[in-house]
C-alpha cells in the first residue's frame, strides 16, 4: 500500500508523481500530483496496480520537440 508523500511512476512512464492523497471508493484511486516540462502543475488518479515506487526522485520531462 501507498503513502500521501511517496515518488511514484506509472508502470511504462518516466514522470514522477507525488501521491497527494487517497479515494478509497474508487478503483482509481490513487491521487496524484505532477509538474509538466512548462511548469503546469496537474493531478491525476491512478489504480494502485498501475503505479510503482520512484526509484529516482527527481522529476524526469518529456523532450516534445525530438531533441
Known amino acids: 500500500m501507498f503513502k500521501i508523500g511517496q515518488k511514484v511512476r506509472q ?5 514522477t508523481m507525488e ?9 482509481e484511486n490513487v491521487i496524484t500530483q505532477w509538474e509538466d516540462e512548462i511548469g503546469n502543475v496537474l493531478t491525476g488518479k491512478f489504480c494502485d496496480t498501475q503505479l ?3 526509484e529516482d526522485e527527481s522529476i524526469a520531462t518529456v523532450d516534445t520537440n525530438n531533441n
Open 11 to 15: 508502470e511504462f512512464g518516466v514522470q
Open 52 to 54: 510503482n515506487l520512484a
Open 19 to 27: 501521491i497527494i492523497g487517497f479515494e478509497e471508493d474508487l478503483i
